[in-house]
């Protein structure tokens, strides 16, 4: 099994930063893909970007197109999120994700391509 963990929420201005992060651990060798997703309330969950364990591939959410950005520290079993040029309808709970199975397509857009998910961490950015 992998297990996932985020960390790094917090409070936000518009037009701030934040970076989150994602630790894996357990069978990381098994893994494919992470990815990061983020629910508001009373929304669905929606998918910001992913990023190849091994390779270079990441795809982007609409969302997230231009100010996110994913990255990886394999040495640490770890992935990143930043994200500029906040919104406040960056208003969210983001979680990390972590794919063990392999995906035809290799997007790993879809959050049914995940199956071990972080406890999520809150990210507020106000006006």
């Known amino acids: 099994q992998v297990h996932v963990v985020e960390f790094g929420g917090g409070l936000a201005q518009a037009g701030g930063s934040l970076r989150l992060s994602c630790a894996a651990s357990g069978r990381t060798f098994s893994m494919y893909a992470m990815g990061w997703f983020r629910q508001a309330p009373g929304k669905e969950r929606e998918f910001l970007a992913t990023?190849?364990?091994?390779?270079?591939?990441?795809y982007y959410g609409d969302s997230a197109k231009g100010r996110f950005t994913i990255s990886r520290d394999n040495a640490k079993n770890t992935v990143y999120l930043q994200m500029n040029s906040l919104k406040p309808e960056d208003t969210a709970v983001y979680y990390c994700?972590?794919?063990?199975?392999?995906?035809?397509?290799?997007?790993?857009?879809?959050?049914?391509?995940?199956?071990?998910w972080g406890q999520g961490t809150q990210v507020t950015v106000s006006s």
């Open positions: 994700a972590a794919a063990t199975s392999w995906s035809v397509s290799g997007l790993y857009r879809s959050s049914a391509q995940y199956d071990q």
């Open positions: 990023i190849r364990w091994t390779g270079s591939s990441t």
